[in-house]
């Protein structure tokens, strides 16, 4: 353990590196004591930097030689120190070599033998790199993930640089020789400036350092253009006024020459430095054309040359004056990119920061920057149905492959796809951390992270792992519960998220698909013992979600709006689902008189006879309302009145006076010699308190007079009690005819018990055909007797029509013979007979 306890780790380019320099301007820190790491994280720190610097598939531990070395089975970590130290070699090379083939091209034929020794030593280096190349791993530029396996590390490099690298390392100056000194393998020498890509990232690299001036970096950039376009140019420049033959040599640019009295007439004579200047002046002055007093082109070539170099250095032009003003202007992603961390580090030391929250706050920021293609900005212009479908063919194939919305539907799903936003993070970060309140949705689409439970006695427990195609946050978000665990990152993650007011407006629109992800929301974590805790809260959360989700159908139907009514049931709203009281939609269209809203639910055929909390059905809701035409659409559908204490309910409608009421409920079948706890019916009521209309109403029904309450009294009795005499021969009428129906009957009882046995029906005194007033007259309720001859004598008299013989017909006009063929409740007509 003490081999380890002075290194130090930084983060760069969104991973963990040993010692090496930060390319980003990152500052970097030494770990006192490792110890003391793994205590405060459990070890957990340590195993991420180790995971980090993994280098190949199976992803195992390093061994502290490996790390060490920064090796593992040959595969090199891009910011491994060796590997660092190695690239500031190789650029020392790239600049040589970068500026030393035009002077090679333009200056000699053949190299001298300290140079030829030189040009090999730097090939030979470069060869080298090449085979090193083969083993680097490289970051993936969709994932952003660090890829560790020989076949895609090769493939990339053959694809991208492999063959330009390896002919720049050619000895081309042994192949000039050995092919006879032919002038056209000399142009092959050109194929070396592929290296000139290794200063352009360098200098990039310094672009984002904190700690060099950015003013100082973009001049020393532009100069090194500068100078570099022009040095070529005048390697050109003396090349052309070489090949000509020796005699024509005084024809050109620097061999007709004369300044002062010096002249070039010889100048393959004069110093090689001499030269290279003289060819420099002329590129310098023809690049800022400032005239051509006295050096300027002499032949054919040379002016075509001339003309082309000149229209090149106007976009050269162009391109140092654009720089120049954005150095000004300061609108570059780079300069937004410093100010940004330059901010962040006055924060930072202002507010005294510890070094692990300053380095994931700088490798995240980094991270966004290098990612910024994510960025919502690029797409600001875009109308949003182009940009939804950016988004569906992006991140489509992540979220429909997520458990928690297994078979959901493709429009929730495209809701979900065109509202998440795209983030990357780095190892170690802690996304979430338990008990915190939390408002985000993650989905995985690459990396890994862990889940951490941490107990009360500060121990941490690894819960499991979040791979692709997993989510993590939504038992907080949709419980709204606090988070039950902490997330952390094991691998460089991209993530997709969604905030929970949107996510909460989708689910609102698509009731159906939200209880089908609460539903997966609650089988996902049966598999855990530790989460499976949280069923009780998840069940909770889907009875509400369910109770709210039926408040909303009943709102629609309470108020009659028949639209929004479909549509809830459309969105997967169920009909049938019950509110708090226990009223289903059915209750309230029919409390309400709702026609077209009650035909609409029985269609969808719900339960007719379904009972709220309180006993009512929505029958007997209509019916209590008033509403005749919903409670005779009900009817007909076989909707009954349920009513709890039948009896009671009967008493206190008659003791309230309610005659409409009561007349609604003895039409839909309600028995009239209902009793209630004192064994009193209505009649009883009625009759005590001198009620003559509900009295009449409840004889007319077929109400006993006979029946005795737990005192033994009669209704009779009690209508002489209370001293009405309207009521008392209401009643003895009743009796009267109630007797003559049963003659034989000893006593009440007996002749209410046979009259239940029998069946009742309405004779009217006209025609069923008659459609004149004379047809509007009203009939009579009777109990149907056991022959024709005495159903037609009492309707006869009670009808008033006693003149003449009678005869009774159905409603088809049929003459009925006899009584056995009257249905219950039936209607007949008395008519006379004609011959």
């Known amino acids: 353990m003490e ?120 090939q030979v280096a470069f060869l080298l790199d090449i085979v090193l190349q083969f083993f680097v791993a490289y970051r993936d530029s969709h994932s952003y993930k660090m890829i560790y396996k020989r076949n895609p590390i090769a493939l990339r490099y053959i694809k991208s640089h492999f063959f330009p690298d390896l002919l720049a390392c050619m000895p081309w100056d042994i192949i000039y020789k050995a092919c006879g000194r032919k002038e056209e393998v000399r142009y092959l020498l050109w194929i070396r400036l592929i290296r000139v890509r290794r200063l352009t990232d360098f200098f990039q690299r310094m672009e984002k350092d904190i700690r060099i001036n950015y003013l100082f970096t973009r001049i020393v950039k532009l100069i090194a253009v500068e100078l570099y376009c022009t040095h070529t140019a005048a390697c050109i420049f003396y090349y052309l006024a070489t090949t000509l033959p020796e005699e024509q040599e005084g024809y050109t640019w620097i061999g007709s020459l004369k300044l002062g009295d010096y002249s070039y007439s010889q100048f393959r004579d004069i110093d090689i430095w001499k030269r290279y200047t003289t060819s420099m002046y002329f590129a310098i002055v023809t690049m800022a054309t400032v005239g051509y007093g006295d050096i300027h082109a002499v032949n054919l070539r040379e002016m075509i040359f001339i003309m082309i170099y000149v229209s090149f250095d106007m976009v050269l032009g162009a391109y140092l004056i654009g720089n120049m003003t954005a150095l000004i202007v300061k609108g570059s992603k780079t300069v937004r990119y410093r100010d940004k961390m330059t901010d962040l580090t006055k924060y930072m030391n202002r507010n005294r920061l510890g070094r692990e929250l300053r380095n994931q706050i700088k490798g995240h920021l980094r991270l966004q920057y290098e990612s910024s293609y994510t960025d919502a900005a690029v797409l600001q212009d875009i109308p949003m149905s182009i940009r939804a479908k950016i988004s569906q063919t992006l991140y489509k194939s992540y979220v429909e492959n997520i458990p928690l919305f297994k078979c959901c539907s493709q429009e929730f799903i495209n809701q979900i796809v065109t509202r998440v936003h795209e983030e990357f993070f780095l190892p170690g970060e802690v996304i979430m951390e338990q008990g915190n309140v939390v408002d985000q949705l993650y989905f995985v689409c690459h990396g890994v992270l862990e889940e951490v439970g941490i107990g009360a006695d500060g121990l941490e427990e690894i819960l499991s792992l979040l791979e692709p195609n997993s989510s993590f946050g939504e038992i907080s978000v949709l419980c709204n519960i606090p988070q039950p665990y902490t997330v952390r990152v094991c691998e460089l993650c991209r993530l997709l998220r969604i905030d929970k007011q949107s996510f909460s407006n989708i689910l609102e629109i698509y009731f159906h698909d939200g209880r089908k992800v609460l539903t997966n929301l609650l089988e996902g974590k049966e598999s855990n013992i530790r989460l499976k805790q949280l069923e009780s809260d998840i069940t909770f959360h889907i009875g509400k979600q369910e109770a709210d989700l039926a408040l909303r159908l009943n709102s629609a139907a309470f108020y009659g709006d028949l639209y929004q009514l479909k549509s809830e049931i459309r969105s997967g709203a169920d009909p049938s689902k019950k509110d708090y009281d226990g009223r289903t939609a059915l209750h309230l269209a029919a409390s309400r008189g709702y026609e077209d809203i009650t035909t609409f639910l029985i269609q969808e055929r719900v339960d007719i006879n379904a009972e709220d909390n309180f006993g009512n059905t929505p029958l007997l809701e209509a019916i209590k309302n008033g509403h005749d035409k919903v409670a005779s659409l009900l009817y007909k559908e076989g909707a009954m009145v349920k009513i709890d204490n039948v009896g009671s309910y009967l008493c206190s409608v008659v003791a309230r006076g309610d005659s409409d009421l009561l007349r609604r409920l003895l039409s839909n079948g309600i028995d009239p010699n209902s009793k209630d706890y004192d064994n009193r019916t209505p009649l009883h009521v009625a009759a005590s308190q001198g009620l003559y209309l509900m009295g009449k109403l409840l004889v007319e029904a077929g109400a006993s007079v006979f029946a005795k309450d737990r005192w033994g009294n009669s209704p009779i009795d009690e209508a002489r009690m209370c001293g009405n005499k309207n009521m008392i021969r209401l009643l003895e009428e009743a009796k009267t005819a109630q007797l003559s129906e049963y003659p034989d009957s000893p006593h009440s009882h007996e002749v209410t018990e046979l009259r239940h046995a029998k069946k009742k029906c309405t004779v009217f005194p006209f025609h069923p055909w008659d459609n004149t007033k004379q047809g509007q007259r009203h009939g009579v309720v009777m109990w149907v007797p056991h022959s024709m001859e005495e159903l037609i004598e009492a309707a006869s008299h009670q009808l008033g029509m006693l003149d003449a013989e009678c005869i009774i017909l159905s409603e088809d006009g049929g003459k009925i013979l006899e009584a056995e063929m009257i249905t219950e409740a039936q209607k007949l007509y008395l008519i006379y007979q004609t011959t």
Request: charged share 30%; aromatic share 16%.
């Open 3 to 122: 081999s380890f306890k002075r290194k130090s780790f930084k983060i760069g380019h969104g991973e963990i590196g040993e010692e090496g320099g930060s390319s980003h301007g990152g500052e970097e820190y030494e770990v006192e004591d490792l110890r003391e790491r793994i205590q405060s994280s459990r070890g957990s720190r340590l195993t991420l930097v180790e995971n980090e610097l993994e280098t190949n598939s199976t992803r195992r531990r390093f061994s502290r030689h490996n790390l060490i070395n920064g090796f593992r089975d040959l595969f090199i970590h891009p910011d491994n120190r060796w590997y660092k130290a190695w690239e500031k070699f190789i650029l020392l090379w790239a600049i040589y070599s970068s500026f030393f083939t035009p002077l090679e091209f333009g200056f000699f034929r053949g190299l001298p033998e300290n140079l030829f020794i030189l040009d090999i030593v730097g």
